[in-house]
Structures are given as structure tokens and as C-alpha cells.
């Protein structure tokens, strides 16, 4: 049975500061991080001890070209939700906490959009009369600059990354029918006649298998970071989807994402294999193809469509929910998500447009198409061009996806809730937690540990290299039962 | 837990213009949608960006991961 898939996402916003002539997104992206953690609670720095970005999950070390970056000297925060907010790569960028299901992901990842909002409104607090900063929940600047929305799920060790490789690979290419986010034009040279195309992030890929992020994106990255019992787990690093606003949209990429990873741990796909010819050119002209009904070749010669590719994913993951269940993506979680899937690709197929408020892909286009109709201009248009930036606008009152209806699957209680308290189900809630209860005497947190300052000792590290270890079930106890960090780090015998 | 949606499979056809075009008639819920947007249209100009040439040209990003 595959380990439970403990997921996340990490989210690099777009920034804008408003008002001044020239600006600096790391210092605007400072400002803005600064604010919201100044407001909400004492800071703590992040512990970059087990770092190790450049790390490849294929088991060999990099050569001859340059280690991704880390950046220590900027803002890093770790709230009380269990989540980091920090700034990376010019870019506030917000990562979820570990949660234990697909729908925990969805009301944490809408959390981190209250969360940038808050920040917006407190930065304006701090800023001169007339700047503001601006943040877009989008993945490019129609420029051919990209910044991304990566998703993390928790998988044995012991799984060879070739199997992974070979099978996930023609999920990611395929599932941006459902993922993707809408884009107008297209920023790849050799892109042609592409008014609108189905995702975000397509034009920026070039290579089928990589450790990079930044440039010569590959769709499936090998980043190995396993921030957790590196014998035991990898952390799966996800960087080939967009960012969502609908919620069905991300309840979809990360649910189905994660029963695909988990069919592929139990090496379900048996003599079931989808690779496709040419992985790179499928995924633009899977993005390009609003019909959704170009065939893409496959290894062995077959001709499928991307949805052809999707249902015959379902159909192997209906006989694995059947065969081994659906307990490491939350049953009901994952009975759920293969009811939507279906659902989703049956409507894709006979009426996409009723999927407005569903998929943002769609959302987008219907809301852009009619206005262009109704005012008679061209997809090329700067005003439709505009109207693409800023459906992802973060600003509840300028938001263009916010003016829409759209089908919530989280209430915004829950969601309220999800901005300072952590998931109850992993880790997170013991580091969320400590984080609430003795801020003042933990000089740094990690994913995988916490550090404390008594005040006389030297500094103690706690570690928590199980993520389904710290739960409300494990240490709510032990929390209560501590009325000091001294008393919790008796009781936890470190 | 998400609001269950009763949906029935409909059968699998595929039309290539249905992206491009209206919804089809008869069709509740696209008409429901677009009906919304009509709405919406009506009002957005008061919140789109005023400038949508020099909106589009500064929005320059630094590339991310």
C-alpha cells in the first residue's frame, strides 16, 4: 500500500509596487512580508540547515552547471498555520503547509491568498500616501518571464525514479485540460497563431526530465529535498502546473496528482503505458488546442488525445480504488476526486463552457470572449491582454475571478480558520503550534525542525523527520500538558 | 467535506466549436453562466485598469522557478 501522500503547494506571486517610477521586487516583496508578519506575530527566522536544493533525485550529484540558489539572506517567516511565507527569486512567495489531503491543499492554498491580500493592505499601511503594492497570482508577465506554482507530495524512497518518470510524465503533459489556468497569446519563439491557449506555464518547458527551475524547464523535476527521513521518503517536487484560483481546479491537479503518484508507488500501471513520442512539443500543443482534440503520438505508435490519455487514467485508477483503496489519499477525499475527475472530463467533452467557475482555463476564456465580443475587439487586443493579468489581481475588489461565480469547496470559515491555525493531520500542527504557544523561544524553524533557546543551555533542536508525526492526535497532550518550552522539550526527552 | 454535484455522465460527444462558440441550446447552466457574465460586462469597467497599454507594458516580472 503507498505511503499516505502528505502534499503542499508553494506559490510564487507576482509583484507590482505602485506609485513610483522605479522599484525592486526583493525590497517590495520584503516590504510586503514584513508587514503582514509585523502585524500578525513575532518573527522566526527559517533554519536552512537541511537545505539542499541542488541535491538530484536521479542519485547523481550536478556537474558543471550552477546550484540553484538559497537565498539566506532574505526575508523568510514561518506563521503559526505551519506555512512559510519568504521571499524567492524576486517573488513573496507562500508555501503551504503539509497537508494531509488533496481538500486540506485546496482551503490552505486559498488561506495563502487571504494571507497576500492582508499583506497588501498592511503594506499600503506603511507606504506613502499613493504606493501600494500590487500582487497577482498568475505564472508570467506575458514577457517570457515565468515565476512558479509548485506542488510537493510525499512518496517511498524505495520507488525507482525511472517508474515515476515514465508514468507521471504523460499525466502532467495531458492534465493541463483540467490545471490550466488560461493564457492569451504565447510567449514560445516558435509559438504561431495562439490566441489563447489552455495554461500558463506550457511555453516555458524545454526539457522532459531536469533539476532545474529557473531556466530549460523541465516537466518532471528532479529536485531531491526530501525535508524528511531522506531512507524513507522523497518529496516529490512538482513544477509543470499553474497557479489556481477555482477550487476545483486545484482539488483536481493535487487529488489526482496524488492518486497517480500513489498508483505508481504500488507499480499499479502494470503493462498500462502512456509515454508519449515527444513530451515537450505535446505539452504546447496540448495547451494550444482549445478543441481539446488533437491527437498526440504516442511511444508505441498509438494516436491519443490528451482527454483520451486522462480517461484511460481514470479507468486504472477506478480498479486501483477498487483493488487497494483509497485510505493514502483520505478515502473519502479520493472518491470524491475520482467523481469530479469523470465528471470534469465527460463535460470537458460535450460542453466546456458549463465549466466556468470550475476551471480556470475556462473561467477565463468565456469572461475574455465575451467581452471581446461585445466591444468588438481582437484576442491581441492590450485591454483583453490586461483583463488576462488581472483575473489573477489577489485585491478581493479588483479581482476578475472574484467577480465571477465559482463553486467553493472549502467555506470561508474553514478558510479563515487555515490563516493562523495549522492542519491537524501532520506536522505542521506541532510546529504551528510551538510557533503559537513560544514564538519568543524558537530561533528557527524548518520543515523538519524546530529550535529552541531556554535562555541558558545551548540552543535545542527538535527534529520531526516523520510528517505524519506531530499531529493534534500525537502531541495535543503533551502541548497542554507543557506550560513552558523547557517542560515540552522534558516531556519530549530531547 | 465538497458539495456533491448529482451530475449525469452525458454521452461522450465531442464538438469541436463548442470552445469557440455559445453554449448549445437548451443549455441550462451555460445559459445561467453566461447570463452572469452579461452582468458582470455590464459593470467592469469601473474596476478594469485604466490604461490597459501602460497596465500590460510595466507589468515586468523577474523571472522565477
Partial sequence: ?494 | MPEREQKKKQPATRDDQVVEEAAPPGSKQGEKIKAEIDDLLDEIDEVLEENAEDFVRSYVQKGGQ
Fill in chain 1, 1 to 494: 500500500m503507498a505511503i499516505r501522500k502528505v502534499c503542499g503547494i508553494e506559490t510564487e506571486y507576482g509583484i507590482a509596487l505602485r506609485g513610483v517610477g522605479e522599484s525592486n521586487p526583493i525590497a517590495a516583496s520584503s516590504l510586503l512580508i514584513n508587514a503582514y508578519v509585523a502585524e500578525q506575530q513575532r518573527k522566526v527566522g527559517w533554519d536552512f540547515e537541511d537545505e539542499s536544493p541542488g541535491r538530484d533525485a536521479r542519485g547523481f550529484a550536478r556537474e558543471g552547471s550552477m546550484a540553484p540558489e538559497v537565498e539566506t539572506h532574505l526575508v523568510n517567516a514561518v506563521l503559526t498555520n505551519g506555512a512559510r511565507y519568504y521571499v524567492d527569486h524576486a517573488h513573496p512567495e507562500f508555501s503551504t503547509p503539509e497537508c494531509a489531503d488533496a481538500l486540506e491543499c485546496v482551503r490552505y492554498d486559498k488561506a495563502g491568498e487571504r494571507i497576500l491580500a492582508r499583506s497588501m493592505e498592511a503594506a499600503r499601511r506603511t507606504l506613502p500616501e499613493g504606493q501600494g503594492i500590487v500582487v497577482y497570482k498568475n505564472n508570467s508577465d506575458r514577457k517570457g518571464n515565468s515565476y512558479g506554482t509548485h506542488e510537493n507530495y510525499l512518496m517511498d524512497r524505495a520507488v525507482p525514479f525511472g517508474r515515476i518518470v515514465r508514468h507521471v510524465m504523460p499525466h502532467f503533459v495531458t492534465r493541463q485540460i483540467y490545471t490550466g489556468a488560461g493564457k492569451v497569446g504565447s510567449e514560445a519563439a516558435s509559438a504561431q497563431d495562439v490566441p489563447f491557449q489552455l495554461s500558463q506555464r506550457a511555453d516555458f518547458f524545454e526539457e522532459e526530465v531536469g533539476l532545474e527551475t529557473t531556466l530549460k524547464r523541465p516537466i518532471v523535476n528532479t529536485r531531491d529535498e526530501p525535508h524528511a527521513d531522506a531512507q524513507k521518503y522523497r518529496r516529490f517536487h512538482v513544477i509543470v502546473g499553474d497557479s489556481n484560483l477555482c477550487e476545483v481546479a486545484t482539488y483536481l491537479k493535487v487529488g489526482v496528482t496524488a492518486i497517480v503518484l500513489a498508483m505508481i508507488e504500488d507499480d499499479f500501471f502494470g503493462d498500462v503505458d502512456l509515454s508519449l513520442a515527444t513530451p515537450v512539443q505535446a505539452i504546447r500543443r496540448v495547451s494550444y488546442d482549445l478543441d481539446l482534440s488533437l491527437p498526440l503520438e504516442l511511444a508505441d505508435g498509438r494516436r491519443l488525445t490528451a482527454l483520451d490519455v486522462q480517461w484511460e487514467l481514470l479507468d486504472l485508477a477506478r480498479k486501483y480504488a477498487e483493488d487497494r483503496g483509497l485510505e493514502c489519499v483520505d478515502d473519502e477525499v479520493g472518491r470524491d476526486v475520482l467523481r469530479r475527475w469523470e465528471d470534469t472530463l465527460t463535460t470537458l467533452e460535450s460542453n466546456p463552457m458549463s465549466l466556468s467557475g470550475k476551471l480556470d482555463w475556462v473561467t477565463k476564456h468565456e469572461l475574455l470572449d465575451a467581452y471581446r465580443q461585445r466591444h468588438g475587439l481582437d484576442w491581441d487586443d492590450h485591454k483583453i491582454a490586461a483583463m488576462d493579468l488581472q483575473y489573477h489581481d489577489v485585491r478581493p475588489e479588483r479581482s476578475l475571478f472574484s467577480r465571477l461565480p465559482s463553486e467553493r469547496l472549502v467555506d470561508e470559515a474553514a478558510v479563515e480558520l487555515a490563516i493562523t491555525e495549522p492542519p491537524e493531520g501532520t506536522r505542521a500542527y506541532f510546529r504551528g503550534k510551538c510557533l503559537q504557544k513560544w514564538a519568543s523561544s524558537i530561533v528557527a524553524a524548518n520543515w523538519d525542525s524546530l529550535v529552541f533557546d531556554l535562555g541558558t543551555d545551548p540552543l535545542r533542536r527538535v527534529p520531526m523527520m516523520e510528517p505524519l508525526r506531530g499531529t493534534a492526535k500525537h502531541v495535543d497532550t503533551l502541548l497542554q500538558g507543557s506550560t513552558t518550552p523547557g517542560e515540552l522539550l522534558e516531556q519530549l526527552g530531547t
